[in-house]
């Protein structure tokens, strides 16, 4: 699986994960209705506690990412993802503030923190091809 986490980082695990599996989302690596690996599978696979995957999935069911079935696992929402409506711009609204307070306070100009934006939005809209990788 294309997930790599850093166990020194400030980010807690579960954080890490969820953020990458949104970005799996997103990128199309991962596709809707596609299996994810169990909890415990997981869990071994990356070498972190069950916990924190099952505290990453969960967290995802509630955002309406995926989908938790007893008999079928963990699967990418087949249906139709979270929307972005009002409440989720509110919240990247939120989330943002910070990062571009401190941009601003470091000499960042505008300029330069729109193409930051830019650049990530199309790296994850098209990323390097996954040539062999594994789930």
């Known amino acids: 699986m294309f997930i790599e986490l850093n166990l020194q980082s400030d980010i807690p695990i579960y954080k890490q994960l969820t953020d990458q599996l949104v970005e799996g989302i997103a990128s199309g690596i991962l596709k809707a209705g596609q299996p994810l690996p169990s909890v415990r599978t997981l869990a071994?696979?990356?070498g972190i506690n069950l916990?924190?995957?099952?505290?990453?999935?969960?967290?995802?069911?509630?955002?309406?990412?995926?989908?938790?079935h007893r008999k079928q696992g963990v699967i990418v929402?087949?249906?139709?993802?979270?929307?972005?409506?009002?409440?989720?711009?509110?919240?990247?609204?939120?989330?943002?503030?910070?990062l571009a307070a401190e941009a601003i306070a470091r000499g960042t100009s505008q300029q330069e923190l729109e193409q930051i934006i830019a650049s990530l939005y199309e790296r994850i809209q098209n990323p390097p091809s996954q040539g062999g990788a594994s789930s």
């Open 77 to 98: 929402q087949p249906g139709n993802l979270p929307p972005s409506d009002q409440a989720f711009l509110d919240k990247l609204e939120r989330d943002l503030r910070p």
């Open 51 to 68: 916990h924190t995957v099952n505290k990453a999935y969960q967290l995802l069911k509630q955002d309406g990412f995926l989908e938790i």
């Open 44 to 46: 071994a696979d990356l």
